[in-house]
């Protein structure tokens, strides 16, 4: 007995979602736990490399499986003209027309929505591991540095490198809009956002000083050649992890930085009270010296 797992992760045009993907994880967890012989099929666009749909040989299978999403479509239909004489069932799915081909085409159908006997979904009892959540702030382009500018590099450089780190990324913007939901309204929104986070990544020079306000490590990445805005406040606020604009393009040159901010040193470091501001107490000196 050998089961070949499937689902809307499998199909090149198909979408993996986060419950796809861990109702599928659920499945191969419970056939392993059984003594059962698994391997699950991945679209390449979403896992490259990994086993595709077309390449399983049907005669290694005596069972697939299609877990979660709907079963319905061509997509689904295929399936069973793929794999005709392997015993075919579908897992914790809705059931929109059961008259479907796609449906039918099954010898047995467990669906997580049958009225009358839902069914959590197989996604509920998945074990899943936390990975750090990290806000990425990019700065725009800011003309005002002319021919120092390097944003285009460097953005594309971090966008990079983010996409081979195990963590949850989540775009932040330090723009505040009071019309769109999806950014904060006001600065003690975005305050409160970024305390949140087990580190940020920034080319934003408020970027940094939101995150270590927050007691938040930041690896600050500044995009103007020669060193900016970013760099000045790093040093005025006595933080190390800064990779200048010509670094922060070489291969593994942000690595090292990401280390530490995510080791209890870095995060010993980020936890400190924010300094007095000399440039208030200049100011409002000033204010009365003119008087």
């Not at 914790?92 to 039918?104: K, L, R």
């Not at 702030?137 to 800011?142: E, F, H, I, M, V």
Request: glycine share 10%; charged share 25%; net charge negative.
């Amino acid at each position: 007995m050998r089961v070949l797992l499937t689902g809307w992760p499998s199909f090149v045009d198909g979408e993996a979602t986060a419950g796809d993907v861990l109702s599928l994880r659920s499945v191969r967890a419970a056939l392993d736990a059984a003594g059962i012989d698994s391997d699950t099929a991945w679209s390449p666009e979403f896992r490259p490399g990994a086993l595709r749909l077309e390449e399983a040989d049907p005669a290694r299978y005596s069972d697939v499986v299609f877990v979660c999403g709907p079963a319905h479509g061509t997509q689904v239909r295929w399936l069973h003209e793929w794999f005709p004489d392997c015993r075919r069932t579908a897992a914790g799915v809705t059931v929109i027309d059961p008259a479907d081909p796609a449906v039918t085409g099954f010898h047995r159908v467990i669906p997580r929505d049958e009225p009358g006997s839902a069914r959590p979904d197989l996604a509920w009892h998945a074990d899943t591991e936390r990975t750090p959540v990290i806000g990425v702030a990019l700065a725009p382009g800011q003309r005002e540095y002319g021919g120092q500018r390097r944003h285009e590099e460097v953005h594309a450089a971090l966008e990079a490198w983010l996409n081979t780190l195990d963590c949850a990324c989540l775009p932040v913007d330090t723009r505040l809009d009071t019309k769109d939901w999806r950014n904060c309204a006001t600065p003690d929104q975005f305050a409160s956002l970024v305390s949140r986070l087990d580190a940020l990544v920034t080319t934003r020079l408020h970027g940094l000083v939101f995150g270590l306000r927050a007691g938040v490590p930041v690896l600050a990445v500044d995009p103007v050649a020669g060193g900016g805005k970013v760099s000045a406040q790093a040093r005025a606020l006595g933080w190390p992890a800064v990779v200048g604009a010509e670094a922060a393009v070489e291969p593994g040159a942000l690595d090292r930085w990401w280390s530490w901010c995510l080791s209890g040193r870095g995060r010993a470091a980020a936890d400190r009270r924010p300094p007095e501001s000399a440039v208030l107490g200049e100011l409002v000196s000033g204010l009365r010296g003119g008087r």
